[in-house]
Each structure stands twice: as C-alpha cells, then as structure tokens.
C-alpha cells in the first residue's frame, strides 16, 4: 500500500481499511488479560496485578495503538509501549486514590483500603518503573523521542495532582488555571499516549502536532463530561451517586462557570461558602443548594456547550491530519462515543 | 594518554593519575550545591529542593563518577546520569522515610514530617521522574544500555525495600535472606552507579562484571557496618542514639548472627522473643537484655568478621579489573574509608 505522500503530489490508489475502534479496544483487552504481573516477592506485586486486572476503559493504550496504527507503524512492536503507558496510568491511580483516600475503584476496593499505605506507596512506585521496563523494551529508530516523551508527560502528570490538590485549598481558582490543571492531570497522558503511537510509526511532525491539539482537547471535553456527570448524571447509567464533587468541594467547571456566571454579589457570596469545606451544612443541604444554584443558571447548558467546543476544536485538528479519513475513521468512532457518553 | 589494551599486548606507558577520592566528593557537592529544583508548583518541587540540599553522602554520584573516570569516560557528559542516580535515592528515601515512620533524616525533619504524606508520596513520584528526565540527557552510545540498567536498579531497590518490611512480620528470616534483601535494598544502587558510570565510558563486559561483584561486597559490607553501629557505636560520633533497631524488633545481622551462634534452646527463645514486637519489657530493657546476649556470644567479633570478608572480596574484585593500578586508587581510598568509619 502506498501512503499519502506530503504535499498531496503522489496520493495512494487504494485506501487502506483501519480497524473498527472495538477491534483495537478488544486487542488490547485480550493482551491485559494474558497479562500476568505477580512474581516475587506477591507482597508488591500481587497487587500490581490486582490493578492491572479490575477493569478500566484502556482509553490510553487503545490511543497508542490507534495512533501507531494511522501512520501504519507496526501495532506489534508498539504494543510493550501501550502495556507501559497502562501501567503508569495504574500506578497514578493508586497513588492518587491514597491521596484522595478513595475507598472504591471500579467498582472494587482501592490497593490502600485492600493491602494498606505502604503497599499502596510501593508497589505504585515498582509500577512506575515497570511502565518503564515496558518502555524500554520498544524496537523504534524514535525510541528515545518515545522515551523523552513519556518522561515529559510523567512530569506533568505529577504537576496535575498537584496543582488539584493545591486548588482544594484555594478560593481564587480562575477557569483558565482549572483548563491548565486538567490539561496536565487528564489531557497531557491522552496526548502523550498519541505522541508516542504516532513517534514509533516515524509519523511526521506537523502531523504529530495535530494529534496533540485533538488529544488536549479531547481530554478537556473529557473531564468536563465528568464534572457535569457528577451534578447531572443518571445515578443508575453513572454508576456512582450524583453530588459527590459538590460534597468535597472540588473546584470543577460547573462551581468556576457558576461564579462567573452568578447574578450579584449575594449569589456569589453564597456560592463560595458552598464550596467551602468549614460550611455548617450537612452534605445533602449542601448538595441541595448548590444545585439549585446551578439550575437557577442552566449551568448545565453552559457546560455542554464547553464540552461541544472542545469536541468540535479535537475533530478541526483530526481534519489537519495528513492522512486519508478512512486512516482517522477509529478516533472520530472514539469521539461520537465519547459524545453521547452517559457514565 | 593510551589506555592499557585488552590482553596486555600493549601497556600505557604513562601512568595517568586519577583524581583523589575527596576531589570526586567536592566536585559532585559543587554540582549539587548549584544546582536548584524549585519551580511551579512551589508545592512540589520545592520538597525536592529541600530534599536535594539537606547532604548526605552523595555516595552513589561519586560512584558513578569514579567508574567513568577510571575507563577515561567523559565525567561532564555523565554528570547528568550522576545527578539522575542521587535523584532516584532521595526519591527512595523520601518514601521509605513515609513507610517507616521516620522523623529525622540528615538530623532534620524528614519531607512527611514537614510538608504531609501527600507531598511526600507525590513530591517522591516526581523526583522519580526527574531522575529520568536526566538520565535521558547523557549522551553516549551505550545509553541504552545504561537505561536498562538503571531501570533494573530501580526495580530491585523496591524489591528490596518490600523485603525488609516483610521480613519485619517474620521470624524465620535466615542470614542468606537477610543478605538478599541487603543486596537489593542497598547494594543493587551502588553496583548500579557503577556500572551506569562504566557502561558510559564503554568498558569491556568483563571489567564491568568485576565491578558488579566489588559494589555487591562494598554494599554488604556498608550495610552490615550500619547493624553493628546500631548497636556499638559510639553515640556522639554515630550520631544517633545506639539500640534503635533492637527497639524496632529489626533483624539485621545481628540478631540473625546470634540466633545461629546461640548456645541451647533457651537463649534462642529469650531471643526470639526480645525479637518480638509483643514483648511485653520496655525498650530500654529490651536493648539491655538484648545487649547482654550479644556480649556473651561476642557479637561484635562476629559481625566484624563478616564485615571483613566484604571488604576482602571487594578488594579482590578490583584487583581482577584490568586497568593501572591507579586508575583504581579512588576505589581503594573508598574502601580504606569506609572500612574505619565511625558513624
């Protein structure tokens, strides 16, 4: 098959059929599934393998693997890199849910809540450096441009949390800091899993920067889907109870937008000691108010129509893509699914 | 300057001098004394500033340097690989320090203590990050295989680290385990700095294996020095108070040494129970009780034999490494040093 040359003087005769997005999410189901990470001692890593097996959309190997695949890399030889991201992936995961003291994690108990604190700590970190091992184990002419690209990411990815945790404690968080922290905490890992499919496939550099404007927006479609879900979700279709942002005070899109959008400073007022952890309120009083706040300024409208923006501004930079469609055909299938999402 | 030929066909006819061993020291504390990691978030890094400059050692970089040098590596080019290894380290510690509940390091309060858990658990997985993202700077074309080696170093120094908390909730732990556990928890980071430094300067297979056995030895040697300080050390110049691992039921050569050379099954019971995080004396009892054992077993004699023979083997190891005799002085110095040490 001949590849759509740059510059569009040479195109190829005969399009090339990608898979169906099912097809390469059941790809790499199949792998985790043969997956066995418990070796010695299964004090650190019977846990490991606990995380890798409980389920999880594998949303970021799946990209991986679709990106490699566009460029007509060699999915095979991309699939210890897509291993590898799942695996940092899962370590952030148990960190964060310690951080965050998550009792439940699809569905199941956390690894702290399971084994405790300090296997939680250590078999995250002999995650991370098994993300690694993954990593290293890739055959590309680009691996080092893999390999500083993951680091990268990692770096952001940590500065994520960070600045999440940080803004716990803020009442200033403007909605520009909150799009820079859930680019780094979210979107950074969706791009990074794109740059590294399309780096290994040697896919050129103007095309690996469209792909990292549709993952960046890809993930802040994303999470703004999650913050509208947890006030407005179908508790049964959701999975988890509605409110559970308003009740721990998370400056997510829908209290920034509201104080934005608040009508006079009585609104606003209100507002803010809503999302202030000291407020006297029970938590479905809480709960209560906030929302009929939200209501009282469809904020759930305002919300959509971010989240539209966002899709819209990943689908312009897929149409920049050098490629033929039927090459971008699984990541506009991921986008229309993620559109209607209801959990 | 020739470099000595493999074989012997052909010898340097000029002795080159190595630096001094403390020449190796002032150079990698100038680089850390320079070098700043405090950027956005403050939150995060700037735990790692102050986790980068509050000293120690700085015994794996010097390592790593001193490796390089004797193979006449470029040691500017491998400064970062340098740099990356101390980063790793710290990173351990800022989280072994979590795990273990420690409240000092370098006589100041330990990242956990100062900032909370949640900063030292994501403080630790960034410096984590860090460590690679220097690692990924050297330049040289044997850094694959460095990374590989850095990364196996990586896992086996968690490996270790799950061991020794293991081997807290057990009784049967038997001296070649507790040799295990030693290696990978402490020797695995020392024979990783050298052979990183090496691998960089493109030394023979063969002198690279030597001196993997010289850092398994000169790590068991360390580590065993460390349990016999513990508990015979003399306090203003150990640093610490004397008989804290006796109070922490930890089984280190010591008691492990002891439960072998003990005469009759009473003395082993007595044992085994002062071993015991149960036990119902005080600490102070405890470490006298214990203490007592040790003296009529002559414990000390013990473990300084054991120590010895390290140190032995250690020696022999650089002795098979086929450079000038000078080219290994720092190594010698290293271990002359070490094996007076105090504290």
Same mark, same amino acid.
């Given at each position: 098959?001949?590849?759509?040359?740059?510059?569009?003087?040479?195109?190829?005769?005969?399009?090339?059929?990608?898979?169906?997005?099912?097809?390469?999410?059941?790809?790499?189901?199949?792998?985790?599934?043969?997956?066995?990470?418990?070796?010695?001692?299964?004090?650190?890593?019977?846990?490991?393998?606990?995380?890798?097996?409980?389920?999880?959309?594998?949303?970021?190997?799946?990209?991986?693997?679709?990106?490699?695949?566009?460029?007509?890399?060699?999915?095979?030889?991309?699939?210890?890199?897509?291993?590898?991201?799942?695996?940092?992936?899962?370590?952030?995961?148990?960190?964060?849910?310690?951080?965050?003291?998550?009792?439940?994690?699809?569905?199941?108990?956390?690894?702290?809540?399971?084994?405790?604190?300090?296997?939680?700590?250590?078999?995250?970190?002999?995650?991370?450096?098994?993300?690694?091992?993954?990593?290293?184990?890739?055959?590309?002419?680009?691996?080092?441009?893999?390999?500083?690209?993951?680091?990268?990411?990692?770096?952001?990815?940590?500065?994520?949390?960070?600045?999440?945790?940080?803004?716990?404690?803020?009442?200033?968080?403007?909605?520009?800091?909150? $799009?820079?922290?859930?680019?780094?905490?979210?979107?950074? @890992? %969706?791009?990074?899993?794109? +740059?590294?499919?399309? =780096?290994? !496939? /040697?896919?050129?550099?103007?095309?690996?920067?469209?792909?990292?404007?549709?993952?960046?927006?890809?993930?802040?479609?994303?999470?703004?889907?999650?913050?509208?879900?947890?006030?407005?979700?179908?508790?049964?279709?959701?999975?988890?109870?509605?409110?559970?942002?308003?009740?721990?005070?998370?400056?997510?899109?829908?209290?920034?937008?509201?104080?934005? $959008?608040?009508?006079?400073?009585?609104?606003?007022?209100? @507002? %803010?000691?809503?999302?202030? +952890?000291?407020?006297? =309120?029970? !938590? /479905?009083?809480?709960?209560?108010?906030?929302?009929?706040?939200?209501?009282?300024?469809?904020?759930?409208?305002?919300?959509?129509?971010?989240?539209?923006?966002?899709?819209?501004?990943?689908?312009?930079?897929?149409?920049?893509?050098?490629?033929?469609?039927?090459?971008?055909?699984?990541?506009?299938?991921?986008?229309?699914?993620?559109?209607?999402?209801?959990?």
């Amino acid at each position: 098959m001949v590849r759509q040359k740059r510059g569009g003087l040479l195109k190829s005769t005969t399009q090339r059929n990608m898979k169906q997005l099912k097809e390469y999410l059941s790809d790499v189901e199949y792998t985790f599934a043969q997956a066995n990470f418990s070796t010695q001692p299964p004090s650190l890593y019977d846990p490991i393998d606990y995380s890798m097996h409980i389920g999880g959309k594998r949303l970021r190997p799946t990209l991986l693997l679709i990106a490699n695949d566009m460029f007509e890399g060699n999915t095979d030889k991309a699939m210890p890199a897509a291993i590898g991201i799942e695996l940092f992936h899962n370590f952030t995961l148990l960190h964060d849910d310690l951080m965050d003291c998550s009792p439940l994690r699809r569905g199941q108990p956390t690894v702290y809540r399971k084994w405790g604190n300090n296997t939680a700590i250590l078999s995250g970190d002999t995650m991370f450096a098994l993300a690694w091992q993954h990593m290293l184990q890739v055959q590309s002419p680009n691996l080092m441009q893999a390999l500083q690209c993951f680091n990268q990411t990692a770096i952001e990815v940590c500065e994520g949390q960070q600045y999440d945790m940080d803004f716990e404690q803020r009442a200033d968080v403007s909605i520009d800091q909150y $799009l820079m922290m859930t680019h780094k905490k979210t979107a950074a @890992l %969706l791009v990074g899993a794109l +740059k590294i499919g399309a =780096l290994l !496939a /040697q896919a050129p550099a103007d095309d690996i920067a469209h792909l990292e404007t549709f993952g960046h927006h890809f993930g802040l479609a994303f999470q703004l889907q999650d913050d509208l879900l947890d006030a407005y979700g179908d508790t049964p279709q959701f999975g988890k109870a509605t409110g559970q942002d308003i009740i721990d005070c998370k400056k997510t899109y829908l209290p920034l937008r509201s104080l934005e $959008l608040a009508t006079g400073a009585d609104m606003r007022n209100t @507002l %803010l000691k809503l999302m202030d +952890k000291q407020h006297p =309120l029970s !938590a /479905q009083q809480r709960v209560q108010q906030t929302m009929q706040i939200y209501n009282s300024l469809d904020i759930a409208s305002h919300t959509r129509h971010a989240i539209a923006h966002h899709f819209d501004q990943a689908a312009k930079a897929l149409q920049h893509i050098n490629l033929p469609e039927t090459h971008k055909e699984p990541l506009h299938q991921l986008l229309l699914t993620l559109h209607d999402r209801k959990k």
